[in-house]
């Protein structure tokens, strides 16, 4: 490496404000897994006191604030039947209390968004899944495995014509 190479400074890539959205939503639900209250009101504050700081991380103007609602009011209102697609998705001895926290929130999240809101294709919402739980150091591999089976499972046409 010589002298050039150590002087090129790195800039962060821009994200999509629905890419943001999708962090964003992960980081509020991981909290929620620790702090009990009101979810309209812990909502209503995250988008108050955090949501500009997210986004200014993240290099958006803004989040797309409707689809971060949107991911988190599904996960909060579906979380027994997301849980048990992940239940169901795991090798058998293993039990969704025996993922991380991290682990467990991405496919919450993600499982979700697959199943809940389904404009996006299932590629683009996995690979976006993936991408998060790369940067947040989790078992990408693992996490990629849940979700190719939930999205075969719950978007059986799409995943079929993606493999033709």
Avoid at 69 to 98: A, H
Wanted: hydrophobic content about 45%; some cysteine.
């Amino acid at each position: 490496m010589n002298d050039d190479d150590t002087r090129i400074q790195k800039y962060p890539v821009p994200m999509r404000r629905r890419s943001a959205a999708r962090i964003a939503s992960v980081q509020f639900i991981f909290q929620r897994l620790f702090v009990e209250a009101e979810l309209e009101v812990t909502l209503a504050d995250y988008l108050e006191f955090y949501a500009i700081d997210v986004a200014k991380e993240m290099h958006v103007q803004e989040i797309d604030i409707s689809y971060f609602q949107q991911l988190v009011l599904s996960c909060e209102t579906n979380r027994m039947t997301l849980e048990d697609l992940i239940s169901s998705s795991l090798s058998f001895g293993w039990s969704v209390k025996r993922l991380s926290k991290a682990d467990f929130t991405i496919l919450l999240v993600a499982i979700c968004e697959l199943k809940h809101l389904i404009k996006t294709p299932a590629k683009v919402v996995i690979a976006e899944y993936i991408a998060i739980a790369d940067a947040y150091n989790c078992d990408v591999g693992f996490i990629n495995a849940i979700l190719d089976k939930n999205a075969k499972s719950l978007r059986p046409d799409e995943t079929l014509r993606s493999t033709k």
